[in-house]
Antibody, heavy 119, light 106 residues
Framework: QVQLMESGGGVVQPGRSLRLSCAAS????????MHWVRQAPGKGLEWVAV????????YYVDSVKGRFTISRDNSRNTLYLEMNSLRGDDTAVYFC????????????WGQGTLVTVAS | DIQMTQSPSTLSASVGDRVTIICRAS??????LAWYQQKPGKAPKLLIY???SLESGVPSRFSGSGSGTEFTLTISGLQPDDFATYYC????????FGQGTKVEIK
């Protein structure tokens, strides 16, 4: 069964940086586009970013453009989200998700890692 | 950008009820619409894709319909395990989610 495990969350002060990781296993990581989705406490799901299977293309939600960077290391089967200039409204559980096939569905998700931005 | 709007935000129902959740897109998305179920503290679970295709392993009491801008998720015969929050999502070029519908016990 596909496994995705996020790490790197924690408490960080406004304006600081944090890097999230998502370790993938039990599938050919280098063949799949990968996403980050977040969920603020008590709120709905918000798509954050996507990276193509080879890292050549990246897309972001407007609210994180210029502050967040999605990347991947296919040799380590790991997805990353570098978050800079963090704000209070970035507080959320961050999920990584695999985009499965031609239908472009988010078919497998990790359990999420909590990022809290507070002074 | 495409916006997805769900209604209602909260739905109170009893075991055995038939419930329907509506999702509207701000512009036509053909049938590129998925539905997810999420329980507290858990990751979302894919239920339906391409508006009406049931994901493998999902009970047949879940069904989806619609195309263009209006879609529905129906649960026929609500079970205790179905009390959760449901999200629609445009999949394909964008991955915008609706704001969610919480199905709670009446």
């Amino acid at each position: 069964q596909v496994q995705l495990m996020e790490s790197g969350g924690g408490v960080v002060q406004p304006g600081r940086s944090l890097r999230l990781s998502c370790a993938a296993s039990r599938f050919t990581f280098s063949s799949y586009d990968m996403h980050w989705v977040r969920q603020a406490p008590g709120k709905g799901l918000e798509w954050v970013a996507v990276i193509t299977y080879d890292g050549s293309k990246k897309y972001y939600v407007d609210s994180v453009k210029g502050r967040f960077t999605i990347s991947r290391d296919n040799s380590r089967n790991t997805l990353y989200l570098e978050m800079n200039s963090l704000r209070g409204d970035d507080t959320a559980v961050y999920f990584c998700a695999r985009e499965g096939g031609a239908l472009r569905l988010l078919d497998f998700w990790g359990q999420g890692t909590l990022v809290t931005v507070a002074s | 950008d495409i916006q997805m709007t769900q209604s209602p935000s909260t739905l109170s129902a009893s075991v055995g009820d038939r419930v329907t959740i509506i999702c509207r897109a701000s512009q036509s998305i053909s049938d590129w619409l998925a539905w997810y179920q999420q329980k507290p503290g858990k990751a979302p679970k894919l239920l339906i894709y391409k508006a009406s295709s049931l994901e493998s392993g999902v009970p047949s009491r879940f069904s989806g319909s619609g195309s263009g801008t209006e879609f529905t998720l129906t649960i026929s015969g609500l079970q205790p395990d179905d009390f959760a929050t449901y999200y629609c999502q445009h999949h394909n070029t964008y991955w915008t989610f609706g704001q969610g519908t919480k199905v709670e016990i009446k």
